[in-house]
């Protein structure tokens, strides 16, 4: 030691050391690259994704379905097969093979492939597309609608371009639409959206109408609801024949009977047919078991069911209609009425009136009674009136129950049952 300074050698770093080091830096920028070049290549254009992971089979794939869209067929299919080629069971590269396939000519495999595609997938939009327009083509109803309801179920916003495919199919070939009840008869979700859309067409409610009697005799045949709308839209559209064809078909309700339900028995109606009850001020109407006497005129027996009808004398409404589809010909209104309490000037009327007029073909009046013969609430009284209902201008009528008064209010209330229409002898 000299000057107080250390002399003794230090140890070298052994030179391995330096190089794993360098490695190691190496490494991990290598590493890092590659980490990195994942989104890079994702969101890259896909030339350029290409080449910054040339070896992958999703970049691949990306790729050639840029090409497709871009119709630069031949790279999208090469780029499409070297995917392939890394991956076999690249759901993309299937879709642009058989895609590219469909374009050039070759549409027999790419049914093949985009069916594969589209098994593999029900999420895959494009091949199950190209499905439903390849099997409409060749008349095959059935697998093209069992392609367009999975699509339907899956993409709400593509739901009025398959619904107008429905429509279009069943105006130019009958043959489509026993395929697509059955589609219906599964009562998928855009069920009731698919029928609505049918109405929005110029002869909509035909379609609508052809599909009620194809599924009459299946479970999921039209419920109700749906068969109301349907013979809603017909009688206001003033489709009467078509609107008697429909009801015979079905059988719902009983073609056979001129009035439906007139002994008020029924939960619900299926309108036009079956009553339609009125709500509004200074009256109330409503179907219900009656609680009164026995009718003595029917051998003590109680009616099952009955009209109440509640009202303060003011109002000229109608109170409860049904329509009905009478042929030309004579017939008798049969009905029963009973007086709770109230008396008055006013009287009830029930009228058969010929669509698109204003007088009754028949009416039978009902009057309330008076202070000199006040209601007798024991007695169910029976009324019955004849009617002609003409051969011309009156292809489908109204029974309605109305009200006039003599403009005092008072309060009464009155009951009917058992109403029948027969024809006159």
């Not at 000519?105 to 997938?121: E, M």
Request: charged residues 20%; proline residues 6%; negative net charge.
């Amino acid at each position: 030691m000299a000057d107080g300074f250390d002399e003794t050698p230090k140890p070298k770093t052994p030179p391995v050391l330096g190089y794993g080091a360098v490695g190691l830096a190496i490494g991990l920028i290598w590493l890092g690259w590659q980490v990195l070049l994942v989104p890079l290549a994702d969101q890259a254009p896909a030339e350029h994704a290409v080449r910054l992971s040339p070896g992958s089979a999703v970049v691949l794939a990306r790729a050639s379905e840029s090409e497709l869209d871009a119709g630069r067929l031949d790279n999208a299919e090469a780029l499409a097969r070297m995917a392939l080629e890394r991956a076999p069971f690249s759901l993309d590269a299937v879709r642009v093979i058989g895609l590219v396939q469909g374009e050039s000519g070759d549409r027999d495999l790419a049914d093949d492939l985009l069916t594969l595609a589209g098994n593999w997938s029900l999420r895959d939009d494009r091949s199950h597309g190209w499905l439903i327009e390849n099997r409409l083509r060749r008349g095959d109803y059935g697998s093209a609608f069992a392609h367009a309801d999975t699509l339907a179920r899956r993409r709400r916003e593509l739901q009025p371009q398959i619904f107008d495919l429905f429509g279009t199919a069943m105006e130019t070939d009958p043959r489509s639409v026993p395929f697509l009840a059955g589609e219906l008869s599964d009562s998928p979700p855009w069920r009731a959206a698919l029928i609505n859309s049918l109405y929005q067409r110029d002869g909509g409610a035909a379609l609508a109408a052809q599909l009620a009697m194809v599924m009459k005799d299946s479970d999921g045949r039209f419920s109700d609801a749906e068969l109301q709308q349907l013979y809603q839209r017909l009688y206001s559209a003033g489709q009467i024949e078509a609107l008697r064809q429909v009801r015979t078909a079905l059988n719902r309700p009983a073609a056979g009977q001129h009035l439906i339900d007139g002994r008020f028995e029924a939960d619900a109606a299926i309108l036009p047919f079956g009553w339609d009850l009125a709500v509004g001020a200074g009256y109330s109407v409503a179907a219900l078991a009656d609680a009164g006497p026995p009718d003595a005129t029917n051998g003590n027996s109680r009616p099952s069911g009955a009209l109440r009808v509640g009202h303060n004398g003011q109002s000229r409404d109608v109170l409860a209609r049904q329509v009905t589809l009478l042929p030309p010909g004579r017939y008798r209104l049969l009905g029963r009425s009973r007086w709770e309490f109230g008396t008055s000037q006013m009287t009830f009327s029930w009228q058969l009136v010929c669509r698109g007029t204003a007088r009754p073909a028949g009416e039978a009046v009902i009057g309330a009674p008076t202070k000199s013969t006040p209601a007798a609430s024991q007695i169910w009284a029976p009324f019955s009136v004849e009617f002609q209902v003409p051969a011309e201008g009156c292809d489908s009528q109204s029974l309605q129950l109305v009200g006039e008064n003599p403009g005092r209010r008072t309060d009464l209330v009155i009951w009917f049952s058992h109403l029948e229409i027969v024809a006159a002898s």
